[in-house]
């Protein structure tokens, strides 16, 4: 059974970062590409972040700069490390394998 399970989100100020975690199980997950979306109420679902299983990172202008994706083969593991977040970036953030989805983690940035 295939599990992506995401944590690390929160309530943060502008200007803050928070550092985002999904843990994978039931994939081979060393030669997924895996990808970070977000989606925030009434808008529609937005890709945020992608890192090929050789370790090959892109974004889109949006986040560029601000975050950045890594992953830990050994612990079935990817992060997204979100820095000099906007109020804009408050969304639900999902992690995917493709076809699976987690269920996302609140990131809400405000002061």
């Known amino acids: 059974q295939v599990q992506l399970v995401e944590s690390g989100g929160g309530l943060v100020q502008p200007g803050g970062s928070l550092r985002l975690s999904c843990a994978a199980s039931?994939?081979?997950?060393?030669?997924?590409?895996i990808n970070w979306f977000r989606q925030a109420p009434g808008k529609q679902r937005e890709w945020v972040a992608s890192?090929?299983?050789?370790?090959?990172?892109n974004y889109p202008d949006s986040v560029k700069g601000r975050f950045t994706i890594s992953r830990d083969n050994a612990k079935n593991a990817v992060y997204l490390q979100m820095n000099s977040l906007k109020p804009e970036d408050t969304a639900v953030y999902l992690c995917?394998?493709?076809?699976?989805w987690g269920q996302g983690t609140q990131v809400t940035v405000s002061s």
């Open positions: 890192i090929t299983g050789d370790g090959v990172t």
């Open positions: 039931g994939i081979m997950f060393s030669i997924k590409t």
């Open positions: 995917q394998a493709w076809p699976f």
